[in-house]
């Protein structure tokens, strides 16, 4: 696009290479790198010395800290979070002299997921909507929806509202959101909101 016609911003140290669809309202910030055939939804923050590879694909309002490289493979829904120096992988037993780009897992983060500074997010795995992973946790498995895990590798210590709000559920099953007074409800190790 034009750069007197985008309708994103892109600072003048970064390269957007094309061709790439990037939605309005987008900032990229100094010293990142967002790579041929990806697309990023409106509203997205890139912060600094971000790589985004090849295919990528991140949602709406997706906010990328500093020192962040989104692998091949990767989609993030809307509304994700993902924290300063958190690391993507995207081949299971990497190798220098062999190739693995035809072996390339794929990683999705759903919707309101938050994956804190310097956690490890190893490919293949789903991030469940507004989960919240803590800073430094490393994640093997696949992740529910609003759970709360931290640690080495990372383990689910509770559950979160969408607002990352710890949840304490009652006898019935029932937490509600101290902020939103949002109801939710615990069943068979599945939390969902109920209003």
């Known amino acids: 696009m034009d ?14 290479d094309e061709p790439c669809e990037v939605g309005e309202g987008t900032k990229v910030w100094h010293f990142s790198h967002i790579m041929a055939n990806c697309v990023l939804g409106e509203k997205c923050n890139i912060g600094q010395n971000v ?6 694909i991140l949602g709406r309002n997706v906010k990328i800290q500093n020192n962040v490289s989104v ?8 509304d994700v979070f993902l924290g300063p120096s958190m690391v993507f992988t995207n081949v299971i037993n990497p190798r220098s002299a062999v190739n693995r780009k035809e072996e390339y897992k794929k990683t999705l983060i759903r919707q309101g997921a938050s994956i804190g500074a310097n956690a490890t997010i190893v490919c293949g795995n789903e991030i469940g909507k507004y989960a919240l992973i803590g800073a430094g946790a490393v994640v093997t498995k696949n992740v529910p929806d609003y759970a709360l895990l ?3 590798p990372a383990k ?5 509202s969408e607002y990352g ?3 304490n559920f009652n006898e019935e099953g029932i937490a509600i959101c101290p902020e939103t007074k949002q109801e939710y409800k615990l069943s068979d190790q599945k939390v969902n909101r109920i209003s």
């Open 71 to 78: 692998y091949t493979g990767v989609h993030c829904e809307d």
């Open 150 to 152: 931290v640690g080495n």
């Open 51 to 56: 790589v985004i590879s090849p295919q990528v």
């Open 165 to 167: 709000h710890r949840l």
């Open 156 to 160: 689910q210590i509770g559950w979160v």
């Open 3 to 16: 750069k007197e016609t985008k309708n994103y911003f892109v600072h003048e140290s970064s390269y957007v």
